[in-house]
């Protein structure tokens, strides 16, 4: 999926805003996000830092069953989702 390329803020490259592949950086945004950020889609948001509050077993289980749902939800088609080693989460899939 191409959309403007963000690292922080928007790149600007030759005087436009750069466009680039933007799959992994849609997957970064959800997984940061908590519901309520996007106005237009206020139920899209994982809100990963309240899950890595508590690193129990109970706690991966929920991440990992939010993680799909919120990528489904934004057409996403989820492959796999590991979150069994926290620090390394592993999402495969495509738009």
């Known amino acids: 999926m ?3 390329v963000i690292n922080n803020d928007i ?3 030759d ?3 750069k466009i680039g592949e933007s799959s992994q950086q849609h997957v970064e945004h959800i997984l940061l996000s908590h519901k309520g950020a996007y106005k ?3 139920l899209l948001g994982v809100g990963i830092a309240d ?4 690193n129990t077993t109970v706690n991966r289980l929920r991440l ?3 993680i ?3 990528l489904i939800h934004d057409n996403f088609n989820v492959r796999i989702i590991d979150v069994t080693n926290i620090e390394n ?3 495969d899939g495509n738009y």
């Open 2 to 4: 191409d959309d403007f």
């Open 68 to 70: 799909e749902k919120q």
């Open 51 to 54: 899950f890595l509050k508590g």
């Open 15 to 17: 005087g436009d805003f």
């Open 64 to 66: 990992e069953a939010e």
């Open 40 to 42: 237009e889609y206020p």
């Open 89 to 91: 989460i592993v999402i």
């Open 11 to 13: 790149i600007v490259e």
